[in-house]
């Protein structure tokens, strides 16, 4: 069943439902800050911008002394060389390392997580495991830059459909035994060539002394890890000090980030604070910001830009945006989400097969219940394919019986009655808590491609053809149908893509997505720092898509265009089939019977918390255990 409209029979405007939501779950103020107007996905005003007087003299006060130590700290930065930076990201490892268990137990409290279920690995993997990752890859680029080295140094590079590319994971050994039988790379843009790729890596860390002055962080809500990796990327790429704005949502974590970041918070290089929209608004204007980033929605990065999109100034908004004369005094970057494909190549499928990629599919919609920027949200499907009815009656299944989850975020409740009211006939699974829309042929599909619901929604809408045509179709489909460019997913059984071979590798190169994961989810992607993370270049303030510039970037490399996870197709052991291990070069082997990362993981929570604590103590006999539970997922 859909979930219950506010009064049976009564309709209700999806703006009224928005408003009503908004009202309900506004976060009480802390730190200082005052009621104001609602907030959004990065916790930045859903309405016009607060003027600063609203706020109280000792809120102002408090947020201009944080400026005022940063603006110390950013002088400071200046003169640390690059071997200091680097015993920095040490220290921080080491802090963080002892905040690990907190921070999983908070986040997945503040989520509504069984603290004893599988589905708190999430937490372990999307928080303390992602930073103590990153914290690494940044210390190994700063320690071959410290000696000299371009951080590409020993890096292969080649040329793939007219670009330079850096084949850039898996870097060390045990990157084979946390995510084996995934590769990494980077795409540079047409035109870079690999000598300059090497010479122009290293971003601001070239010219470690010239100060980027104060960037503003406005953190994301849902993913824990985010607004660390924000800070750290302000820092490392652009030499500027960070305030950090938590999203409402994650005020329970600020002791947590505190401790784990009081290297950087002792210095004056960073300082976090708590607040709502008018504490963000107060910030976006502040003279003392350089730069803004925001994590969000594309509506909130536009009314940041360009004001209010109703009310008295309205009129001026419009304008203002027509003429192209932002309100935002500074630079602003972004990373904003949209609705990401996933293409399903048809093939010769083994009812294993089928079964296996409905479980990835329905990993990419639910994990974080479905409140993720990059979150799979369409399903691309050849209506031709034989296998079609199989592989939606595996998709019905799994999508049913993956574990019971609140959608926790603000206003999912309202995303959800709005696909129900978009596509009557959807089918509710999981006791009426998340809707599958399987559009027929000659139905409207603009609502689940055009929409991101940040909840649990997924749609499937059918292409004709098969093979190369079908692959063509869905490519052009996923660039010019659906929203945003963050991330796209390919699922393609090895055979075919052999038999496709170069013409699948230009469909590729066609997909103008930041991120595209062949056989394995781009989450994979976002986890691995030493690959950028943001929408695909081109984006403007006018027509923002799914942000500006990128983060993540762990090698500091400038004028990338995308980023390309592979995976294998099948787990351990049928990912042993002769033929398709000839088929992909050896290249189709995975170690894991089933991912960590998968919500329907059994031991996913004790093999991802272990994942963890490898990376905090290297404890070699513990991570062995570790691996023992992950061959039983």
């Known amino acids: 069943m859909p979930p219950e409209t506010p009064a049976a029979g009564v309709p209700v405007s999806r703006a009224r439902r928005r408003r009503e939501a908004a009202a309900a779950t506004a976060p009480t103020p802390v730190a200082g800050a005052v009621a104001a107007a609602p907030v959004d996905e990065a916790g930045a005003p859903a309405e016009a911008p ?3 007087s609203t706020l109280p003299v000792e809120v102002q006060a408090s947020i201009d002394a944080a400026l005022a130590a940063l603006d110390t700290g950013a002088r400071t930065w200046t003169h640390l060389t690059l071997d200091q930076r680097a015993r920095l990201m040490e220290r921080l490892h080491a802090t963080t390392s002892t905040v690990i268990d907190t921070w999983a137990y908070t986040a997945a409290l503040s989520k509504d997580l069984d603290p004893a279920g599988p589905l708190r690995g999430e937490e372990w993997l999307s928080g303390p495991y992602g930073v103590l990752t990153a914290f690494e ?7 071959r830059m410290a000696a000299g080295d371009s951080p590409l140094h020993r890096v292969k590079l080649d040329a793939a459909q007219g670009r330079t590319r850096a084949r850039v994971f898996p870097r060390q050994a045990i990157d084979h035994l946390l995510v084996p039988g995934c590769t990494g790379e980077v795409w540079f843009e047409p035109g870079v060539t690999a000598d300059q790729a090497r010479r122009e890596a ?3 860390q070239l010219d470690p002394t010239a100060s980027g002055g104060i960037g503003l962080v406005l953190g994301a809500g849902n993913v824990t890890a985010i607004p660390v990796l924000d800070v750290l990327y302000e820092l490392l790429a652009h030499n500027r000090v960070a305030l950090l704005k938590v999203n409402p949502t994650q005020d329970a974590l600020v002791p947590v980030f505190e401790r784990a970041l009081a290297p950087l918070i002792e210095p004056g290089y960073l300082r976090i604070v708590r607040g709502d929209g008018a504490v963000g608004a107060y910030l976006t204007q502040h003279p003392a910001i350089a730069h803004v980033h925001i994590t969000g929605a594309a509506d909130t990065f536009d009314r940041i830009v360009w ?10 908004t419009d304008r203002r945006r027509r003429e192209n004369r932002p309100l935002l005094d500074k630079p602003i970057t972004a990373e904003l989400g949209g609705v990401s494909p996933i293409i399903v190549v048809p ?4 009812e294993a097969d089928l079964a296996f990629q409905a479980e990835h599919i329905v990993t990419m919609r639910l994990q974080n219940s479905g409140h993720n920027c990059i979150a799979g949200q369409v399903v691309l499907l050849s209506s031709d394919w034989d296998q079609r009815d199989a592989f939606l009656e595996a998709l019905r299944t799994a999508y049913d019986a993956a574990p019971r989850r609140s959608a926790w975020y603000p206003r999912a409740a309202a995303k959800l009655e709005d696909a129900a009211s978009d596509y009557p006939d959807a089918t509710w699974c999981a006791d009426g808590s ?9 139905a409207d599909a603009a609502p689940v491609e055009k929409t991101e619901y940040f909840a649990p929604v997924l749609g499937v809408v059918s292409l004709p053809g098969l093979g190369q045509e079908f692959v063509d179709a869905a490519v052009r489909h996923a660039n010019e149908e659906l929203i945003g460019t963050l991330g796209a997913n390919v699922l393609i059984d090895p055979l075919t893509q052999a038999a496709l071979g170069d013409g699948f590798e230009r469909a590729i190169a066609m997909l103008r997505y930041g991120t595209i994961s062949i056989n394995s989810w781009t989450a994979v992607g976002f986890m691995t720092p030493a690959l950028p993370w943001g929408g695909y270049p081109g984006a403007t303030l006018r027509e923002v898509e799914s942000g500006i510039g990128v983060v993540h970037n762990a090698m500091l490399l400038d004028r990338v265009e995308r980023a390309v996870m592979r995976g294998p197709f099948r787990p351990f052991p049928r990912s ?4 398709a291990l000839v088929a992909s070069k050896g290249r189709s082997f995975s170690l894991l019977p089933k991912p960590p990362w998968f919500v329907t993981a059994r031991t996913g929570a004790q093999v991802s918390e272990g994942y963890a604590r490898f990376r905090a103590d290297r404890d070699w006999a513990h991570f062995a255990r570790t691996l023992i539970a992950a061959l039983r997922g």
């Open 50 to 52: 607060v003027p600063a």
């Open 576 to 579: 042993l089939e002769p033929r």
């Open 347 to 350: 093939g010769a499928w083994s």
């Open 202 to 204: 290293g971003l601001g």
């Open 307 to 316: 004001g209010p999109p109703s009310g008295p100034d309205a009129d001026e």
């Open 434 to 442: 998340r809707a599958l829309i399987i559009v027929d042929a000659g």
């Open 137 to 143: 890859a940044y210390h190994d680029t700063l320690r």
